[in-house]
Each structure stands twice: as C-alpha cells, then as structure tokens.
C-alpha cells in the first residue's frame, strides 16, 4: 500500500523513541509548548467555495435567576445546539462528510494533527469533499446547560444529583486506552501516533458534558436533520461518536449516504432489535479499528478487541438482513501501529485514503 | 460613508420589523431552525496559503480520580490551554489580526453572523490580514478545569465553593444588555443588529467558565506569548476581554503591534498604576463603541455610557503619556443603530472597515 502524503508537508518521521524520552515527555510541569511553530503549512493553496459555521436544532428554556449565575432577572436561553464549521472547496465536489469527535474531546480531534500536520478535515476538502465538523452537543462551541451546576453551589439540590464531568486523562485514559503503548511510557515498536506531541493531544482535551443533555441525546437527531439539510451526507464518527449515525438513521435516513465508524465505543451489535436491523440494512457501513487491539486499556470496561467483537456481531446481524457492513483493520489493509486516534497518527492521511475509497465506492454521486 | 459588501452576497435587509414579530421571536418553544439554509456564501472564492488550529500555554496538573470523573485512577491532565484557530491568505499579507471573544461566548462570535452573513474572521482574512481567532482560556475549545465540580458533586468540598457559571440570557443579558433595542421586544428604529436572527445568537451562547481558571487570567499570558510566535500581531478583543490587551502588554508588549478594543467592558481608566499608564503608551490603541451608549442595561453593573466614560479616562491618561489612544463611537463616524455586537450588526463589514483602516495607519508594516 502506497503511503499517500499529498498535501502535507515535512517529512515522515518515524524515529522510535526510547522510553526515557517517552517518560520525560508525560513529567508535570510547563507542558510541551509547540504550538505554532511546528505547524506545518501545506504545499498548494486551499482554494474554498465557502466556508463558515452555523448550529443545528436547539431548544427554548426559561431559567431561573440562580440558574443563569445570578446576575439578571429570570431569563430565556437555548440548549441541545450543535454547533458546525464547514469548508467547501472549489470545483465538483463529492458527497459531504459529516465528522463528528469522541468523548472529552470537541471538533479539534479532525483538524490540524498534535504534532503540526493536516487532519482529516482540511484533507478531505482536498479531495473534494464539502466537509461538516461538529461539536457534539454539550460540547465545546456547542455550549451546555450550566443550570444544575448552579443550582448545588445555591444548595437548592443535592450535590450528588449534579452530572459527573469526565475527562480522559494522560497516561491511561490516552496512553493505553489510546493504544499508543502496551503500558504508561512505552509505545509500540511500531506505533503511528506521534509520540513526541502526546502533551499536545493532552490539550485537546475538555471535560465530557454528556451528562447534562437530556435522553435521547440530542447530537443524533442533529447528525440525521443535519444530513437532510445537506441533502445527502456521510456521517464518519470516532470511538463515544461511534453508534451516532445508527441512532440517527433510525429518525430518518433519508440524508444518510453512508455510515463511517472508526473505532466505535460499540456496534450496539446485541441492542437493536429485528425491525431496527433491518432499517440499518438500507444504509452502507463501514467499520474500521487499529491495530493492537487487545492491549490492556487500563481502564474499567471492555477492550477494544471486545469492541471489535461488538461490531463483528452488529455485522453478522445486519449482512443476514441483506446489508452492507465493511468490518476491518488497519493491519488488513497491511499497515502496522495504528492507534485509537488514528486521524491523528502519522499516517493519518493513509488512513483517509482507505476511508475515501470506500466513500467513493459506497457514497459516492 | 460608503456602506462596503465587497465578499458577503445577498441584499442587505433594513427591514423595520415590528413588536409583535420580534415577540414571537423571542417565545419559548423550539428555537428558529435557521441554520444551513440561511447561510450566504461569497461572491468570490477564498484563497488560503494555509489553516489549521493548536494552543497556545497550558500547564500539566495531576488530579484525582475523583476529579477526573471517577472512570480510572489518578492522572494528569493539561488545563489552562489557549484554543486558536487560524486562516492565512494567499499572496502578500499585512499585520495578523488576534481576535477574542466576550462573556458567554466563544470564537463564534467573530465567524458566520446569526443571520448567515460573513463575519469578521473572514473577512479580515479577505483584506490580507492572517486571522487567529481565540477561545478563551476555560472556554469552549479550549476546555476547562472540572476538577472542583466532581469534587462537590463527590461531597468533598461544600457546594458554595464550586464556580459560578454566568449565562447571558436573551431578554436581558442579550436585548437589553447588548442595545439590540430600549427594551423588550422593542428594536432601535434604526437598529443594525439583524433582529430576525436574535434566536440564533442565542445558540452561540455558551456557559462562562472563567471561574474555574486561575488567577491572573491565563489567557492574558497566552496572548502576548501568541503575538510574540505571531512576531507581531493585533490584538482585537470585545466586551469582556476588551481589557485582556492591556494585562497582555504589561505582561510583554514587545509583540503587539496594536489593540482595538470594541465596546471593553472597562478600560481599566482607574486600575493602572502611572507607571503602567507609561508602559501603555508605548502602544497604538483604538476604541470603538457603538450608539445608544445610554439606554439601560436592564442587569445590575455599569450602562455602557458609564463603560465609555471610563476609557474616557483611560484615554486621557495615555494621552498625557504621550501615548496614541483613539476612542470613538460608531455615530461618530456617521452610522446610527450598531449594538453591542458590532461584529455581528448588518453594517458589520462597514465597522470592519474603519478598524482595518486604523490598523493599516497605525499597526500596518
């Protein structure tokens, strides 16, 4: 398989670092400060049609004086937005992708990589795709409801009632859980992730919100609404993000061109019922995970290789309805190292380019 | 004055619209679904050299697993990080724009306007300045410490020591807080905020966390250390960071070239020492205000005239320093009806023009 670097620029450093560096970029302290000026610019100019950012749904509330922070009076404001930024390159385009991030992270996971090089969002505009990126509700630019929040620091309810905020942290909830080593400070000998910007991912991350939408989530209508305003999109989703699209086609599939999952937290493969499998069988899925799945996350909760084996079931299910569900690996398409955050990884745009034919077989106009 | 679109499409709608349908804007319910379809794009094709995103600071910390949500064990994690998303345009460029969002907000607010036009990131970027636009410190992209509120929700810290989280609402925090008009429901005659959208800039409002970062405000550091990667820049703040330049100048001026301040929430015209008033001189500082200065707040604090009055005195001390502070009004300069939101009002790019022509004067290479 040809590695495919158009449009980034640098070059591929695939130096293996010893576990002394390793440990002494996780010490505390100052984190690394790249920033700037390790980010690289690509060769050719990026020549859009359109770009900008707009929200979709959102609802109407009355809150509480307390509720807003105490300032004003009692007041009105909106909840359950998703917020998107878009580009639309010139020329024909393709059909649009959606791309939606995991939990504790926002949008940012799709655009500019940790360590300075083109994400998958300026890279499949590239390739002519109009592309969507959200945050998921409750998220980021999205916003959230603050009103629980406020109503226990005035003690009008019980602390214990206040939605818990988890963040993925540094040396299991990314290094393990992320599959970038087998354990805290070692990476795999083959590993894609950019080890030496592990700090720079560490910055990406924000508190995960989930907990103070309401049920069902609203990120999923929003993804099938956005869909249809698009007239015709494909929803590629990460890890939390992973079982959206599936939600979202049973509101309404009509928008949705075709599903892509990378990494799913889960298929739901033993959730859906018959009816709902059926349905999920009119639209084109692809699966893709990692390598190295089966390295102890560190973490409560079921490995990736569980996961896998989630979706392996969710595909069973639905080819037996007359679906069409690709499931693979990165290591089956002949690459070694990937990552969880495999739009991050140094070979991040090899990793497009499987999931850019895919679009063009399955989705495309 | 000559009214500039150059880049935005569509008619400029000045449309006076009446109580009743600025009412059932205002109603509770579901909000306006705007959204794509009411997003404009531009006449010409946008031509980037390059785009991306990274942060600028933050600090690593080491946290509890209660404070990381309770999912693993204790870990580190990055806080105090600075968001930045960045278009540079393609041929020759003049001096980088910073711009930094107010309370209650995020970058959002420098992008699409509420109604679907081009707002000033963009446009900036159209007029050859490379844009970096910022989420503060705590805020939306840039994420937040939640360490304090899975403590109080854990019961290992009372519940009043848990941060505020302000929330402007829509009837006060936004119509009559920003002068959209004299009260409820009630536009200016000749107001340019486009009332018809004010549902959708209520979904750009998010939760404020400034709480939950340390003091001194980080972001004051993150943008005079992002000038300095800029190797100059300007820095254009508004509302509550309109200040945030000046604490960024005393912190190291060596890399703005320049501050605009649009309607700053204080001036600090009492805070600076003389001495500082001295350092301060050192740079060009244009402030802008819109009309209707004095029309009430409807929330406890300062009206906006009170704000004015205030870099009224600022400016008198700059000046006796020798310094090069102008402070003007939007009427001033022959325009009635602009809000507090300057950069989202119909005459947006008209307001653009006048701070890109003080730029080009005083901060232009």
Request: glycine share 10%; with cysteine.
């Amino acid at each position: 398989m040809k590695y495919t670097q158009s449009g980034a620029a640098g070059p591929l450093r695939t130096a293996l670092l010893v576990s002394a560096t390793l440990l002494a970029l996780l010490g505390a302290g100052a984190a690394q400060a790249q920033s700037l000026r390790d980010v690289r610019s690509a060769d050719s100019l990026l020549v859009l049609k359109a770009r900008g950012s707009f929200y979709v749904g959102g609802e109407q509330v009355e809150k509480t004086a307390v509720e807003l922070g105490s300032l004003g009076p009692d007041d009105q404001i909106t909840i359950n937005q998703m917020y998107v930024e878009y580009m639309v390159p010139a020329g024909a385009t393709k059909v649009p992708v959606v791309m939606v991030h995991g939990a504790t992270l926002s949008g940012k996971t799709y655009d500019t990589t940790p360590d300075g090089r083109m994400g998958w969002y300026e890279y499949f505009v590239r390739k002519s795709h109009p592309v969507y990126v959200v945050d998921q509700v409750g998220r980021a630019r999205s916003g959230f409801d603050q009103s629980a929040f406020n109503n226990v620091r005035a003690g009008k309810m019980p602390p214990d009632q206040q939605p818990n905020l988890l963040r993925l942290a540094d040396r299991f909830g990314a290094w393990t859980n992320f599959r970038i080593g087998p354990e805290l400070g070692k990476a795999f000998p083959q590993a894609q992730f950019p080890v030496e910007a592990a700090a720079e991912m560490s910055k990406q991350s924000v508190p995960d919100l989930l907990g103070t939408s309401r049920v069902p989530n609203p990120t999923w209508k929003a993804l099938s609404d956005l869909a249809l305003q698009l007239d015709g999109a494909v929803l590629l989703t990460h890890s939390q993000s992973g079982p959206y699209p599936l939600r979202s086609a049973l509101i309404d599939a009509k928008g949705i061109r075709g599903i892509v999952m990378v990494e799913p937290g889960t298929c739901n493969g033993k959730v859906h019922t018959d009816d709902e499998i059926a349905r999920l069988a009119k639209t084109p899925i692809f699966i893709l995970f990692g390598d190295h799945l089966s390295s102890p996350t560190k973490l409560p909760g079921p490995s990736w290789q569980d996961r896998f084996n989630d979706c392996k079931a969710f595909k069973a299910r639905v080819d037996a309805a007359k679906g069409d569900v690709r499931l693979m690996t990165t290591v089956d398409a002949g690459v070694r190292g990937n990552s969880h955050m495999m739009m991050m990884d140094r070979n991040n745009l090899q990793i497009a380019d499987l999931i850019l034919a895919w679009i063009d077989e399955k989705a495309g106009r």
